[in-house]
């Protein structure tokens, strides 16, 4: 049972980086990023597959975000630059239970409590 937990959120200015860590007790088929912020569904962020390193992202953070893995560590990062502050949600990670990069957040497991990720000036 993977059980991702999730570090690195905090107040950013619009324009501003920030580097989300994900740290699994394990590896399934791939680790996804979603977001939620308040009022809305959880939304698919980005996803990389842990045999290949393929990704995937959502429309809205391509060319912004990007999702890397360090098979070693067990970790999955995401690399959020050139903020907005339509980006401000709690962002969680995921194990995906399923082969291929799926954006369903009901395809993956291990929901822990996420991080704040504030965009505000």
């Known amino acids: 049972q993977v059980q991702p937990v999730e570090s690195g959120g905090g107040l950013v200015q619009p324009g501003g980086s920030l580097r989300l860590s994900c740290a699994a007790s394990g590896r399934t088929f791939s680790m996804g990023w979603f977001r939620q912020a308040p009022g809305k569904e959880r939304e698919f962020v980005a996803v990389?597959?842990?045999?290949?390193?393929?990704?995937s992202y959502a429309d809205s953070v391509k060319g912004r975000f990007t999702i890397s893995r360090d098979n070693v560590k067990n970790a999955v990062y995401l690399q959020m630059n050139s903020l907005k502050p339509e980006d401000t949600a709690v962002y969680y990670c995921?194990?995906?239970?399923?082969?291929?990069?799926?954006?369903?957040?009901?395809?993956?497991?291990?929901w822990g409590q996420g991080t704040q990720v504030t965009v505000s000036s």
């Open positions: 990389i597959s842990w045999s290949d390193g393929a990704t």
């Open positions: 995921a194990a995906g239970s399923t082969r291929g990069l799926s954006t369903d957040y009901r395809l993956y497991y291990g």
